[in-house]
Structure formats: structure tokens, C-alpha cells
């Protein structure tokens, strides 16, 4: 009986942390147990959906120098709210950067983020006709399942895997890369970041988009 309940228990344990290990995605599993980018820069505000201080984050991260209240000219706010995600998507491609489209799984985020490129993420609070908000996926631990944003007011929010993929996919799953031309995202989509390179020539930006093309073909 006793050898019985050992094996019992050992089965329960086993089969424990199988359950554990397959609440994680394999993609996910293969990836550094924690990261945190703690160089990426920080803007406190909760105006414009927390638009301008993502993008502000975002570009300074590329050595722009810039702030939320430098954007809001440029992003036509206050009065083109809804117009947001296109035209921050539009700014970064007049500051020559490359704007490059994630894949809509939470795994496609965090390979960026360990391979050390904060993400910009439109999420939804889950209040009753909350509008969606912006923010720069910063961090992840991958044994307590949640990650880390700047968003808001505060520099390092966490939220459970689950709890930000269903927030996220609530706001359309809409990630984005904001890359300097020299600089090729982990894992690398070539037809999308030749997309994105064009992209960046219809914005005026022929050097940094043939510096885009350039990079890829020396990848």
C-alpha cells in the first residue's frame, strides 16, 4: 500500500508539472528563462492612449532625441486619436527608422525582446469601453509567466502570459519592431522587412531604406 501511494504521488507530481511546463508555448520554452531591459527608456503619462510616450520610448531607444510633448505636433493630437497606431507608424518612418510588424503570438514578442529590441503593443485594460492603450514590451520571466511593460504611470508593469495575450488580442494583436536600418530583428521575416524597407522609401527616407536593404543582404 505504502509503495502504492509512493508511486501515486510521484505520478501526481510528474503529471504536475507537465501540466506547468505545457502552459507554456515550446517556442516560448526554448527562450532565456528572464529578461529585462533595463536601458530602455521611461516616459511617465497616460495621455493620447499612452501613444506618445510609447513611440517616445520607442525612438529614443534608437538615439532620437525626442519626448511624448515633442510628438503630439506631428501626430496631429489632440483631434486624430483615432488615427494613432497609422500615423506613429508614419513619424518613425520620417525619422528614417524601419517599422516591422510582429507575428501575432506572444512568443514572436518575447524572441525580440531576448534578443534585446523593446516591442510596442496596443492593449486592451478589459474596463467596460476602455479604449485601447499603447506600450513598450520590455521584459519577460519565463518561469513565473509574465512580462513587463512600460506603460502609464509606471516603468516596469507586469502582467501574467495569459492576462497580456488576451488583453492584447482584444486590441487586434498589433506589435511593431522600431528598427534603425543597420539593425535586423531576431529571426528575421525577409519579405517583410523588404516590405518595411519599401515602406520607409514611399516615406522619403531612400538612404536609410536602401541602408535597410543593404543590412539584410549582408544578414
Given at each position: 500500500m505504502v509503495a502504492g501511494r509512493r508511486l501515486w504521488l510521484v505520478g501526481a507530481l510528474l503529471l504536475g508539472l507537465g501540466g506547468c511546463a505545457s502552459g507554456?508555448?515550446?517556442?516560448?520554452?526554448?527562450?532565456?528563462?528572464?529578461?529585462?531591459?533595463?536601458?530602455?527608456?521611461?516616459?511617465?503619462?497616460?495621455?493620447y492612449q499612452g501613444g506618445t510616450m510609447a513611440l517616445a520610448t520607442m525612438l529614443s531607444q534608437q538615439s532620437v532625441s525626442v519626448t511624448p510633448g515633442l510628438l503630439e505636433k506631428p501626430l496631429k493630437l489632440p483631434g486624430a486619436e483615432e488615427g494613432l497606431e497609422r500615423n506613429m507608424q508614419v513619424l518613425a518612418r520620417e525619422y528614417g527608422m524601419v517599422v516591422y510588424p510582429l507575428d501575432?503570438?506572444?512568443?514572436?514578442?518575447?524572441a525580440q525582446v531576448a534578443a534585446g529590441y523593446?516591442?510596442?503593443?496596443?492593449?486592451?485594460?478589459?474596463?467596460?469601453?476602455?479604449?485601447?492603450?499603447y506600450a513598450v514590451l520590455v521584459g519577460y520571466n519565463r518561469t513565473k509567466q509574465t512580462v513587463?511593460?512600460?506603460?502609464?504611470?509606471?516603468?516596469?508593469?507586469?502582467?501574467?502570459?495569459?492576462?497580456f495575450a488576451s488583453a492584447w488580442k482584444d486590441a487586434g494583436s498589433w506589435a511593431v519592431l522600431i528598427q534603425a536600418p543597420t539593425q535586423l530583428p531576431a529571426q528575421v521575416d525577409r519579405q517583410r522587412w523588404l516590405k518595411a524597407a519599401s515602406d520607409l522609401a514611399q516615406a522619403g527616407q531612400e538612404q536609410a531604406a536602401a541602408q535597410a536593404t543593404k543590412t539584410l543582404a549582408g544578414h
Open positions: 507554456v508555448a515550446p517556442d516560448v520554452q526554448r527562450l532565456p528563462e528572464r529578461v529585462e531591459l533595463n536601458a530602455v527608456p521611461f516616459f511617465r503619462g497616460e495621455a501575432p503570438e506572444l512568443s514572436a514578442l518575447l523593446p516591442v510596442m503593443v496596443r492593449f486592451s485594460e478589459g474596463r467596460v469601453w476602455s479604449t485601447p492603450r513587463l511593460l512600460r506603460s502609464g504611470m509606471s516603468p516596469r508593469t507586469p502582467m501574467k502570459f495569459s492576462a
